[in-house]
């Protein structure tokens, strides 16, 4: 079987990248069975080191030039599956975390609604500063929790009120960002759907995985729909 000749790029970056992107998917599945037989604080380092991750894999994409669209879709979706099981673990010892756990499924039906409409995808400004805000108050609030595993007891009279406090917080910054895609679906709703099969050439298996893997390909379509990258 021939070779798929992809771009000359850095392939190694990407996979590096990418393997770093997928350790957080499966740590993320982990979560709860460490949860369960090792405890919360551990659980809670645990979690730490998966948030850091997100730094890390999203740093050497851009240092690197390893954006692709394969990577993008790996890291949303590890992203959204370490924050919904975060947040239930949390949400079983402080309630107020439910809140922001179904605003952001809601954000996440919201995002699926646009892309079925044929919209972009690409995150808002007020999404990236949401990601953010709710990376901080989450990783604090597991440091809060993980800190009895280091002998420091120093603030966990004030872990239950510091916690509610970051769930507020996370809370008003799903929210914002709920209505900004809301606001972006409404104006996808109204425009003319574009049926790409019948002004476009449906693309190859070899073509999507070329284009998937290729950081200039990435760069160059990474705002338009995704449903027009199968398409040529």
């Known amino acids: 079987m021939k070779q798929i000749d992809f771009d000359n790029e850095n392939n190694l970056m990407k996979f590096v990248v990418n393997t770093i992107t997928t350790c957080r998917l499966a740590g993320a599945i982990a979560l709860p069975f460490?949860?369960?037989?090792?405890?919360?604080?551990?659980?809670?380092l645990c979690t730490l080191g998966l948030y850091a991750t997100d730094a890390i894999d999203g740093f050497l994409a851009r240092k690197f030039e390893a954006s692709t669209f394969?990577?993008?879709?790996?890291?949303a979706s590890s992203d959204k599956l370490l924050i919904v099981i975060s947040f239930i673990l949390l949400a079983l010892k402080f309630?107020?975390?439910?809140?922001?756990?179904?605003?952001e499924i809601m954000i996440l039906?919201?995002?699926?609604?646009?892309?079925?409409?044929g919209g972009s995808v690409v995150v808002s400004e007020i999404g990236r500063n949401k990601m953010i805000l709710l990376s901080v108050c989450t990783i604090v609030s597991y440091l809060l929790i993980a800190m009895p595993a280091f002998g420091v007891?120093?603030?966990?009279?004030?872990?239950?009120?510091l916690v509610n406090l970051?769930?507020?917080?996370?809370?008003g910054g799903s929210l914002l960002t709920l209505i900004?895609?809301?606001?972006?679906?409404?104006s996808t709703e109204k425009q003319k759907k574009v049926k790409y099969n019948e002004i476009?050439?449906?693309?190859?298996?070899?073509?999507?995985l070329k284009d998937m893997v290729s950081h200039k390909y990435y760069v160059e379509h990474r705002s338009e729909p995704i449903l027009k990258q199968l398409y040529k």
Not at 34 to 44: K, L, S, T
Not at 70 to 75: I, P, T
Not at 153 to 161: F, G, I, Q, S
Not at 166 to 171: H, T
């Open 153 to 161: 007891n120093t603030l966990e009279p004030h872990v239950p009120m």
């Open 200 to 208: 476009m050439k449906l693309k190859t298996v070899k073509e999507v």
């Open 180 to 186: 900004d895609y809301l606001k972006k679906y409404n």
């Open 166 to 171: 970051f769930g507020a917080i996370i809370s």
């Open 95 to 103: 309630p107020v975390m439910w809140a922001p756990l179904i605003l």
């Open 70 to 75: 394969l990577g993008s879709l790996l890291d």
């Open 34 to 44: 460490v949860y369960n037989f090792a405890g919360e604080d551990v659980a809670a």
């Open 109 to 117: 039906a919201t995002n699926y609604s646009i892309y079925k409409k």
